[in-house]
């Protein structure tokens, strides 16, 4: 595992600051303008950019190398981050957000193909596991440097800076010869929603929540603390912790049942779990364990939609159909953040039932589907795997994607005729 410390080490540190700058975003709007509905666009150009990003990074990769290239996207974000501290203007703001989105997707798509070339299918899984505590980890923890730094000035903004500079020092002070990317197979999205249309709407919805999550839920909280940063970041911090620590219990338990009788419990769970947060106090010691199962509910939506979809492919469809689910999230992302932001800005408590709406509306077409496929024998179904939101690429260090193994290991078992 040690050629893996340099990428993950370089993408601990940069999210950190991603965690950090994510939330002070919508912060540093509250706190100035006030327009939860800016506050949405910016997110929503953020996701159209890490779009745009993840589909067209791969080629500066295979040109240059992946040490030269994690260092010119982490220039272009340390450097677009730093410019928006040195304008209010709200069209330069959403143009380098945009910027900001591409360049993080570059970063993605260079530690996600280095990882991915640099491991095989015996340690694959753990690779994933290590890059997910790596990424999700640093986030809860980037969290807590909301709150030492008056969000409304430049200081915020230079950390950041610091920081995403000094991600660069692990990987450029490694010697490793630049792995090969290879290109995975083809699975039209049209195909792939008349093979799963529940695994695409699923990872949609959960983009829809996510996105509106990462881009309002820092207001709704500053609102509900009275702008109280330490106490966003806290909140924010136990919600992200609930995402990732509840993973595993979910998938190990969505594996031993109906995987849509599990996000149909997961669908529900969320809204009685924002309809209780609604109905409590933030004061009070409940509304902590409340976020992180908040956390639980809304983070593991993604991967156990995605693992749904994974069940209805063959082995050789996986990586083209993981990458076709991606992108159904990813546009649900993109829109999300408006959507939530024009609830929270005309009904009271709009963001949580905004995300009552969606979880509860996705629950109730798993429990239509029910009505119409059968289930998918046990035997049959393919592991649950955490799977990160990021690029195209992680859906080949994704553990199932192994399709040549996995077909080999099915000949090897065959007894001789």
């Avoid at 340099?6 to 601990?12: K, Q, T």
């Avoid at 994510?22 to 950019?49: C, E, H, V």
């Avoid at 974000?77 to 360049?103: I, K, P, Q």
């Avoid at 998938?251 to 409590?280: H, N, P």
Wanted: some cysteine; charged content about 10%.
């Amino acid at each position: 595992m040690i050629r893996f410390v340099a990428p993950l080490s370089g993408m601990f540190i940069f999210a950190l600051a991603s965690g950090y700058l994510t939330t002070l975003i919508p912060l540093r709007i509250n706190a100035t303008d006030g327009n939860d509905f800016l506050a949405g666009l910016m997110g929503t150009a953020y996701y159209l950019g890490l779009l745009a990003g993840s589909f067209r990074s791969e080629s500066i990769v295979c040109r240059v190398g992946h040490i030269r290239s994690f260092a010119c996207f982490m220039a272009l974000l340390c450097a677009t981050v730093l410019s928006l501290a040195l304008s209010e203007n709200t069209t330069s703001w959403l143009v380098l957000r945009f910027l900001n989105g591409m360049a993080v997707a570059g970063i993605f798509v260079v530690v996600e193909s280095w990882l991915l070339c640099e491991s095989d299918s015996a340690n694959r899984g753990r690779v994933l596991s290590f890059y997910m505590v790596s990424l999700y980890g640093a986030n809860a923890i980037g969290q807590l440097f909301v709150g030492f730094l008056d969000s409304s000035s430049l200081m915020p903004f230079i950390l950041i800076g610091i920081l995403l500079s000094l991600s660069i020092f692990p990987p450029a002070m490694t010697r490793i010869p630049t792995p090969e990317i290879e290109e995975a197979s083809t699975l039209g999205f049209r195909k792939l929603f008349e093979l799963t249309p529940s695994g695409v709407l699923g990872c949609f919805a959960g983009g829809l929540v996510l996105g509106g999550l990462y881009s309002m839920l820092p207001i709704y909280l500053a609102d509900l603390s009275g702008s109280d940063d330490h106490t966003v970041a806290l909140f924010l911090a136990i919600t992200m912790i609930g995402g990732m620590a509840l993973q595993f219990p979910v998938g190990y338990l969505s594996d031993m049942i109906d995987r849509r009788k599990m996000l149909i419990l997961v669908a529900l769970a969320g809204c009685a779990i924002c309809f209780a947060l609604i109905l409590s106090s933030h004061e009070s010691w409940l509304y902590y364990p409340a976020l992180f199962l908040f956390g639980g509910a809304t983070f593991t939506l993604y991967p156990l939609a995605i693992s749904h979809g994974c069940d209805h492919m063959h082995p050789d469809d996986i990586v083209a159909g993981t990458q076709g689910l991606l992108l159904a999230y990813s546009l649900g992302a993109c829109i999300g953040p408006i959507f939530a932001s024009l609830f929270m800005s005309h009904i009271p408590e709009g963001l949580m039932l905004y995300f009552i709406t969606v979880m509860g509306v996705t629950g109730l077409f798993f429990l239509i589907r029910m009505a119409y496929r059968p289930a998918i024998y046990t035997s049959e179904e393919q592991h649950f795997i955490p799977v990160p939101r990021t690029t195209p690429i992680v859906a080949q260090i994704d553990p199932r994607s192994d399709a040549e193994e996995f077909l080999e290991s099915e000949d090897t078992a065959k007894p001789a005729s």
